[in-house]
């Protein structure tokens, strides 16, 4: 069979690749998006930016400091780990008690002041990131030919999704912040520092944007508004998702970037809209999420 | 393990304690004390100030001023997590059983904060309900079963004081039979309880004393062997 | 009792037109006619059309608790429209408005059905990315010419009367459409239909137990907001002779919500004062070198942590008289 429904295979199979590259993306913002909901009832919408800030500190790293990928991937997450911490224990701690809706036009702020900054600062063409020298070149699958570093971008996401889902739901810390999402006045009653707990979800949450960002940098190249539109489509993943399950999220997030790259090989004029399109379908028949459950 | 023999030293005193949320003003001048050992029940219409005096202790309250002292230390002004800490553990009256965490994850979810607390097979056999039964999910289980936990959770934990907001509440007699063996069974292991109870009747069979509020103060102490000569004014301020 | 006396008395002027309100509707509605003589007409447009764009925002957020994230689909969107219907079909400028306002009215009916079925954060999600929807397809769609926009649209001649080539017609006609948008919007808020938004912002699940079917208001609310919206944007497209993909973007749907909160949710000024600011402000910048998205976020964060009732609504809260909400 050298076609199928009259496409190339390998042209199939290339748009599938990328799409689960994309999906991988929406997988782990999607994820952070979740986790940070859950424990603080803030909509994030920093971390598109907070994605890009990833990116970029990898590339500062290896343009001012000589620090490759490797080292990137370790200190780029932690980088915006800390810089989450700073935002949470500063601004986003003082506005629980107020609607939640004040959380999302703060973190709307912050993006613009991010975005706004680095463009500023370096324009809006992108900075390209060399792939690292051990993920150079290419695997001949026979039926398609697969770039290393993009099947190691696949893996890695995937990893750290599944790393991440079973910290939370399988460990006694997932555990402390299961109950503190459900109950974090009497979590604080059994004598665990719920605050502390929250600067670190929202830490974290944002720490896995970043590494995104590191991954991303060198298949997209290293731009200001890099997560500008990138977040928009996660909100729709997450809506279709719902907010309630960690592995919904990761579920959702591979699957649409499936979809959107079928979108490309079949009608690649609607590849934009593919996910807002499943959103609006998917919030007629079950407004709660696919995963979701009705707050 | 608690000294149970020992019930001269007052394990928790509250003085002139005032608690507020918000702007309703719902303690006005709480005072009483608890000897180690002891089995006390808060009793009082709804609304009196039970329950507020339990979240006043664990400093889940707006604004509090006056003293609450546990074994000497002040707890006013602590940092909340830090109070149970200290050994104090606390069963609130909704029970608190997490519905997202497993039977097990609920009961060894409270972090052990002291020496001495029960161990899961010591628990198991002072709550047979809940062996075997580790994986379920926590709020599948029955209202009592649901009680049983939230207070097997804190047994782990090595607290000394231990906090039971109306334990009975909405239970069949069966179950109160059960959770009433528990608390007796507790009170000889040397805990001291603090108890919020409305159904008295199961309150005479355990507890030593029994303070009565009345918007948001004590108004009375009837020590439990003369519950009996005092059952008409009890019964008027509980108006039954 | 005095606070009842009061009351009634406050209630009084109102009904006989003498409140502060009203004389201040006035006095900013002569100090609108006068302005042309003092400032470039062209800037005092474009104040106008996000005054209107924002108080139409405003009447979802601020009296039906609703926060629309997505309103720069209505606003661009109608723009679109109206370029193109003016400039390659030939339409009539008041026709080509009417167009943009319908076209905006039935993508908010589209919006609203969808969104109506989640609250709060989600519905806010939910907008936004229908609005980001909207933002692709003016990319793709032949008729909107991507990254270029519909440029050059005509001004025409509106009823077959007013050249609007010349700026003080077009700057008079633009006043009008404000004055009866805000009008429109000030009946609304002032109805029944209105005070049942309010209830359904304070408290759904009790309108829902007084029997109101809540959705269907929220729709109808929507919808308004959307047709005004997107007449606040073929008003623009008109005012600029341009259609362009800025007024799409989120970025935009983000900034009217800016103009709201600076200048106050739930006042009826503020929309407009937050509006003016903030055009004039983004003018002002626009000849620094200082980067517009970064002055704007922070305000928006200072907004956010210190300043949540905006300039009209601490206006108000600190008058004596607080029945004049």
């Given amino acids: 069979m050298s076609h199928l429904f009259g496409i190339p295979p390998q042209a199939l199979f290339g748009q599938l690749l990328l799409g689960l590259i994309n999906g991988s993306f929406y997988a782990l913002l999607s994820l952070g998006l979740a986790v940070i909901f859950g424990m603080l009832n803030v909509v994030n919408m920093a971390h598109g930016a907070l994605y890009m800030v990833g990116a970029f500190v990898a590339w500062l790293l290896l343009t001012y400091l000589g620090v490759g990928y490797w080292g990137a991937l370790v200190l780029a997450p932690l980088a915006v780990g800390a810089v989450g911490l700073v935002l949470e224990r500063t601004m986003l701690r003082r506005l629980y008690k107020v609607d939640h809706l004040y959380g999302l036009l703060l973190t709307f702020g912050l993006a613009l002041i991010f975005e706004g900054a680095f463009r500023h600062q370096y324009g809006v063409s992108g900075q390209p990131y060399p792939i690292p020298e051990l993920l150079k070149g290419g695997i001949n699958l026979g039926f398609m030919y697969l770039p290393t570093y993009r099947g190691w971008v696949v893996a890695a996401s995937l990893l750290v999704c599944l790393g991440t889902w079973f910290a939370i739901e399988r460990t006694k810390l997932g555990a402390y912040l299961r109950a503190a999402t459900e109950n974090p006045t009497l979590v604080q009653a059994f004598g665990i520092n719920v605050p502390v707990m929250v600067s670190l979800t929202y830490g974290f949450g944002v720490a896995l944007a970043g590494l995104a960002g590191v991954l991303a940098a060198p298949i997209y190249q290293v731009s200001p508004l890099m997560g500008s539109n990138l977040i928009i489509v996660v909100f729709a993943v997450v809506v279709i998702g719902g907010m309630g399950s960690i592995l919904g999220a990761i579920v959702t997030g591979l699957g649409l970037g499936l979809l959107e790259g079928l979108a490309k090989v079949f009608y690649p004029e609607a590849s934009n809209i593919v996910v807002f399109v499943i959103m609006a379908v998917v919030l007629m028949v079950k407004p709660a999420g696919l995963f979701g459950r009705e707050r | ?155 782990r934990t090595g607290a000394t004081l231990i906090l039971l907001d109306e334990p009975t509440e909405g239970l069949a007699p069966v179950i109160i039979e059960q959770i009433g063996v528990a608390v007796r069974a507790l009170k000889q292991r040397g805990f001291t309880i603090v108890l919020v109870e409305q159904n008295f009747r199961f309150a005479a069979t355990i507890a030593d004393r029994h303070y009565v509020m009345e918007e948001g103060h004590v108004v009375d102490m009837i020590p439990n062997d003369q519950l009996h000569a005092n059952m008409d004014k009890l019964h008027t301020y509980l108006g039954v | 009792m005095t606070m009842q006396t009061r009351d009634t008395l406050h209630e009084g002027i109102v009904m006989y037109g003498g409140s502060p309100k009203i004389l201040l509707a006035g006095a900013g509605l002569l100090l609108a006619v006068l302005a042309p003589y003092a400032l470039y007409p062209v800037f005092l447009m474009k104040v106008l059309c996000f005054a209107l764009f924002a108080c139409a925002f405003n009447l979802l957020i601020g009296f039906a608790g609703l926060l629309s994230f997505g309103h720069a689909a209505f606003f661009g969107g109608a723009a679109y429209i109206a370029a193109h219907v003016v400039k390659v079909w030939g339409w009539a400028p008041e026709f080509g408005l009417i167009a943009a306002t319908a076209v905006a009215g039935l993508m908010g009916l589209v919006f609203g059905l969808i969104a109506i079925r989640r609250q709060g954060i989600y519905f806010a999600m939910i907008t936004l990315a229908l609005s980001q929807m909207v933002f692709f397809l003016a990319l793709q769609l032949p008729f909107t010419h991507g990254e270029d926009g519909i440029q050059g649209v005509p001004r025409g001649t509106l009823f077959g009367l007013f050249d609007l080539g010349q700026p003080l017609t077009m700057y008079y006609t633009v006043l009008a459409i404000f004055v009866a948008g805000f009008a429109l919007i000030w009946r609304t808020v002032h109805s029944p239909f209105g005070q049942v938004l309010k209830a359904i912002r304070e408290n759904e699940p009790r309108a829902v137990s007084l029997g109101y079917r809540t959705d269907r208001y929220k729709l109808v609310a929507f919808v308004l907001s959307a047709s005004l919206a997107g007449l606040a944007g073929g008003t623009k497209a008109l005012v600029f002779q341009l259609a362009s993909l800025t007024d799409v973007t989120w970025q935009m749907s983000g900034e009217v919500v800016l103009m709201t909160l600076l200048g106050g949710m739930g006042t009826l000024f503020g929309p407009v004062v937050g509006a003016g600011l903030v055009v004039t402000l983004e003018s002002y910048l626009a000849s620094t070198s200082l980067p517009v998205p970064v002055v704007i976020g922070c305000i928006f964060v200072v907004c956010v942590l210190l300043f949540r009732r905006g300039i009209v609504g601490e206006l108000l809260h600190r008058l004596p008289g607080k029945g004049n909400r």
């Fill in chain 2, 1 to 155: 393990m608690p000294d149970g023999m020992n019930t001269k030293t007052a394990m928790l005193e509250i003085a002139d304690l005032y608690g507020f949320y918000g702007e309703s003003h719902v303690l006005h001048g709480v005072s009483l004390e608890v000897r180690q050992g002891e089995v006390v029940t808060l009793l009082g219409r709804n609304g009196a100030g039970k329950t507020s005096t339990m979240r006043a202790i664990m400093g889940i309250m707006g604004k509090r001023t006056g003293s609450i002292r546990f074994q000497g230390t002040e707890l006013i002004g602590m940092a909340q997590h830090r109070i149970p800490r200290l050994g104090i553990g606390y069963v609130p009256e909704e029970r608190g059983i997490f519905s997202s965490l497993s039977v097990d994850e609920n009961l060894t979810l409270p972090p052990v904060v002291k020496e001495g607390g029960m161990t899961v097979p010591q628990i198991h056999e002072l709550f047979p309900n809940l062996r075997g039964r580790g994986s379920t999910q926590g709020t599948r289980l029955s209202g009592g079963e649901q009680q049983m936990l939230a207070i097997a959770r804190i047994l």
